[in-house]
């Protein structure tokens, strides 16, 4: 096979780019790196990353921050010289509604599972009853009657071994939070590996979960990170260190048709075509299915399976004074099952930020920026409403929930229409399928968050392997 001298990325977000990052050498600049080319469709670079200015400060609009326990977003940074410009997330704990009002969540926490009894019960979030659940678990657990298996749901799992109410106050809201989506479909092997292994040993759940699951490090660096200047930063920052690496960035320049040219693919897009020796798909499943479909049914059959939720996002600036209920921890969260205060026809906001306490850089005086979310899979009410419903909407809830009284300062409503991959059960297997099928093609790999990880480093993780494989 001729060497590659040519690569195109399809799609400028965090996963593009960071491919061609790799691909142009990664840390150190590689002087027989391939010519790089990255094709994005919108006017806009980084995807779901964008900052906007909200009164004179720049406030991230998509992901405020990202994991700082995976190595891949804080070493590219470090890559790129931002390390002086992470900030460490300055609140811990957060907030649910349940029974009533907002109660703290309880120690011991797994992404939402409970591992143990006590922290459960003193908290009240469950209430007599879904203690039941957690009380059974310790003393008479339910044996897994599946046996080994690839995957399962997480819902049913967490149900049947720790009661419905675990699940639609502390499992839903949390992993499903995070997905956009319902736990009751959702792949435990995709989303939360530890939980499908503790499922499966014998015993209780939550003493099986804290096996599986490291106990916190006081010592260790912190969880989250923000950049000062929002995630731009580090799009920009990126895509500044590629342009000086000779890679060709183009908007508005999205492909439309991907060919065979021989052992070459060439990219069509809007007034600009490129031949190239290999080529990573970093858009979204369904349009790297479209482009595909030519080439192989199996494949883009597959990547059509893979669905989306949208969300939208309502940051406020409000003052300090107007709300009733003190802010603990990061935030709170919102049960769509969970009954929704008087006055209020059911709750449209699934979970709300105190991003001027989580980012301590992003604070001022005698005001608080809030940030909350509407939409999940199953729920799009907010797509049918213009941004002056929804952000009356917002306040509604707000004012039930934390006691908002009056209007905010700022209001700057960011819709995300269909940006949340729905990993479901077997999702893996539907990637595996996908991988093997497109080294059959030969020098074509996709990246993005459809695959192995919503997060941004996992985005970031996924565009560098991309990048590695069709090398």
């Not at 399809?10 to 050498?25: D, K, T």
């Not at 992003?362 to 009410?381: F, H, I, Y």
């Amino acid at each position: 096979m001729h060497p590659v001298t040519r690569v195109v990325v399809v799609g400028a977000g965090i996963s593009g780019l960071a491919a061609a990052w790799e691909l142009s050498g990664g840390a150190e600049p590689a002087p027989d790196a391939p010519e790089v080319t990255v094709l994005e469709a919108s006017a806009r670079l980084g995807g779901p990353l964008h900052t906007v200015a909200l009164d004179g400060q720049e406030v991230d609009a998509g992901p405020d921050g990202f994991l700082g326990r995976r190595p891949e977003a804080v070493g590219l940074c470090a890559e790129l010289g931002l390390q002086d410009a992470l900030r460490p997330v300055g609140a811990r704990g957060a907030s649910v509604w349940a029974r009533g009002r907002l109660r703290a969540l309880p120690e011991g926490l797994a992404l939402g599972v409970p591992t143990r009894f006590w922290p459960v019960a003193r908290s009240g979030v469950l209430g007599p009853r879904g203690q039941l659940g957690l009380a059974r678990d310790v003393l008479f657990p339910r044996p897994d009657r599946r046996g080994p298996i690839g995957d399962r749901s997480i819902g049913p799992l967490v149900a049947r071994k720790l009661g419905r109410r675990c699940v639609d106050v502390l499992v839903d809201p949390l992993i499903g939070g995070i997905h956009a989506g319902s736990v009751d479909d959702m792949s435990a092997a995709a989303v939360y590996p530890p939980l499908l292994a503790a499922a499966q040993r014998r015993g209780s759940l939550m003493r099986a979960l804290r096996a599986e699951v490291a106990a916190p490090d006081p010592d260790a660096p912190p969880l989250f990170w923000a950049l000062e200047g929002g995630m731009s930063t580090l799009v920009s920052t990126l895509a500044d260190a590629l342009r000086g690496r000779g890679v060709t960035i183009s908007t508005g320049a999205g492909a439309h048709t991907l060919e065979r040219a021989a052992s070459r693919w060439r990219v069509r897009a809007p007034s600009t075509e490129v031949e190239a020796d290999a080529v990573v798909l970093a858009v979204p499943a369904p349009e790297a299915a479209a482009l595909l479909r030519p080439h192989d049914d199996e494949v883009s059959a597959l990547l059509d399976a893979i669905d989306y939720a949208g969300v939208t996002v309502v940051t406020l600036r409000v003052g300090e004074d107007t709300i009733g209920v003190p802010g603990h921890g990061t935030g709170f969260l919102v049960p769509s099952r969970e009954p929704a205060a008087a006055g209020v026809d059911g709750w449209s906001v699934t979970a709300c930020t105190y991003l001027s306490q989580k980012w301590p850089h992003l604070a001022r005086p005698g005001e608080v920026l809030l940030r909350a979310s509407l939409g999940r899979q199953g729920d799009a009410r907010a797509e049918e409403w213009d941004d002056e419903e929804i952000v009356d909407r917002v306040l509604e809830d707000l004012s039930a929930l934390i006691g908002l009284d009056g209007d905010p300062v700022t209001a700057v409503v960011t819709r995300w229409p269909a940006a949340f991959p729905q990993y479901r059960v077997h999702h893996l297997l539907r990637v595996a399928g996908v991988e093997a099928a497109l080294s059959r093609l030969g020098r074509l790999a996709v990246a993005g968050a459809a695959y192995r990880g919503v997060g941004i480093p996992a985005c970031i993780a996924s565009g560098r392997a991309a990048a590695r494989t069709v090398s």
